[in-house]
């Protein structure tokens, strides 16, 4: 299978702890993306980095990729509730084929 | 507005009729995707056109067949209905193949 895996499949936290999610993926990659879902809704993009990117940042979120290990990272520095969600990497392939979703972290933010 | 609109949002049906679920976009985008995510949450593409030309077909029974009418709407026909295509089906589109994927509420459908 291509899909990418995601580790931990689940993180429960404190409001204002940092989370952090890992994405591993098997192909060269154009670009890899973070989405996230709120439970019973559809998927909202968060971040694109670029294979030749290493760090990019968005508000609280910081992701991190490393093509040699294909790897990436998801930061989402003091979290809240409001981040609860399902959190999902996806990578696009360099023959900008379709878009892989890796299988999801769930997050838990509590009060 | 919603940018990516599904109807209906939740479908249910007997096993062996024939559904369809329409999708809808405003962003003027020129690619469009439909995508199934299961009981597990694996999300996984089914099909995908590029103005109005269909450029991804997953191996999906062809019971599925999908439709685009214009660059806006990408329709999905199911026939024969299974217990195994329950799932949630989501639309989603982009600006060109690359870029970042915006995606409808979804369609569960439960067939019984």
């Known amino acids: 299978s291509q899909q990418g895996e995601e580790d931990p499949q689940a993180l429960s936290i404190q409001e204002g702890e940092n989370a952090t999610m890992n994405c591993s993926y098997k192909?060269?990659?154009?670009?890899l993306q973070w989405y996230r879902q709120n439970s019973g809704r559809g998927l909202v993009h968060l971040i694109l980095?670029?294979?030749?990117?290493r760090e990019k940042h968005s508000g609280r979120l910081r992701v991190t990729l490393d093509t040699s290990k294909k790897s990436s990272s998801l930061l989402i520095t003091a979290s809240r509730a409001a981040d609860t969600a399902s959190y999902f990497c996806?990578?696009?392939?360099?023959?900008?084929?379709?878009?892989?979703f890796g299988t999801g972290t769930r997050l838990l933010v509590s009060p | 507005d919603t940018a990516v609109s599904q109807t209906p949002k939740y479908l249910v049906t007997q096993m062996g009729n024939d559904k369809s679920i329409k999708c809808e976009q405003n962003?003027?985008?020129?690619?469009m995707y439909w995508y199934k995510q299961d009981s597990k949450k694996f999300l996984k593409i089914m099909f995908s056109?590029?103005?109005?030309?269909?450029?991804i077909n997953e191996t999906v029974p062809n019971r599925f067949s999908p439709k685009s009418p214009d660059k806006a709407h990408l329709n999905l026909h199911i026939n024969s209905l299974e217990l195994g295509d329950s799932a949630v089906y989501f639309c989603?589109?982009?600006?060109?193949?690359?870029?970042?994927?915006?995606f409808g509420p979804g369609t569960r459908l439960t067939v019984t």
């Open positions: 989603a589109s982009s600006f060109n193949r690359g870029r970042e994927q915006y």
């Open positions: 192909t060269s990659i154009n670009n």
């Open positions: 980095i670029r294979s030749n990117e």
């Open positions: 996806a990578t696009l392939n360099t023959g900008f084929q379709k878009l892989v």
């Open positions: 962003l003027g985008h020129d690619t």
């Open positions: 056109y590029n103005n109005k030309e269909l450029i």
